[in-house]
């Protein structure tokens, strides 16, 4: 069975620094595409940056470039988020999603994590 | 960024009605666009990709449609556990976008 945990959600200051991590099993994880996905109530879904396979290749929203890290560890079948510099607006439910295919990304997400809830607030 | 607009925001229908959403994309997307449901405390679940093909597991009862700039997705026969959000989303071109939702309640 896929699964993919979230966890590293926490309150932090304005200015602060967060990492999120997400665990993955049930599958190969080094064959897929990764994503992190955040959820506001306000701004909806808003996809926020994904890495290749081997991590050679990354993509950010323009809201998080030079702020915000996405990387992985493929011996530890692990995601993470580096979040800097946080802003109020970056507060949401972030969450790590697989792309759907392999070998290239086809850009949709077959799974999803429970999400962990980033607070941006003093 | 390419910009999604779902109408409407939110409809009221019973179980068995056809319900049609539509996605409208600020520029062509090809046939690069997603359909998710959403239910209150979970994740959103893919249920079409590449406009039209159904992910795996996902009821017939659903399809989707369209290509370029305008896209619908179908509930054919609401069922009691399809009372939830809907979300389109294109992967045409970075940053790949999401609609604002579509919230599909019990009339």
């Known amino acids: 069975e896929v699964q993919l945990v979230e966890s590293g959600g926490d309150l932090v200051q304005p200015g602060g620094s967060l990492r999120l991590s997400c665990a993955a099993s049930?599958?190969?994880?080094?064959?897929?595409?990764m994503s992190w996905v955040r959820q506001t109530p306000g701004k909806g879904l808003e996809w926020v940056a994904n890495i290749k396979q081997d991590g050679s290749e990354r993509y950010y929203v323009d809201s998080v470039k030079g702020r915000f890290i996405i990387s992985r560890d493929n011996a530890k079948n692990s995601l993470y988020l580096q979040m800097n510099s946080l802003r109020a607006e970056d507060t949401a439910f972030y969450y790590c999603?697989?792309?759907?295919?392999?070998?290239?990304?086809?850009?949709?997400?077959?799974?999803w994590g429970q999400g962990t809830l980033v607070t941006v607030s003093s | 960024a390419i910009r999604m607009t779902q109408s409407p925001s939110s409809l009221s229908a019973s179980t068995g009605d056809r319900v049609t959403i539509t996605c409208r994309a600020s520029?062509?997307?090809?046939?690069?666009l997603a359909w998710y449901q959403q239910k209150p405390g979970k994740a959103p679940k893919l249920l079409i990709f590449a406009a039209s093909t159904l992910q795996s597991g996902v009821p017939s009862r659903f399809s989707g449609s369209g290509s370029g700039t305008d896209f619908t997705l179908t509930i054919s026969c609401l069922q009691s556990e399809d009372f939830a959000t809907y979300y389109c989303?294109?992967?045409?071109?970075?940053?790949?976008?999401f609609g604002q939702g579509t919230k599909v309640e019990i009339k």
């Open positions: 989303q294109q992967y045409y071109s970075y940053p790949w976008t």
């Open positions: 520029q062509g997307i090809s046939s690069y």
């Open positions: 999603a697989r792309d759907s295919a392999t070998v290239t990304p086809r850009g949709n997400f077959d799974y």
């Open positions: 049930g599958f190969t994880f080094n064959s897929y595409w």
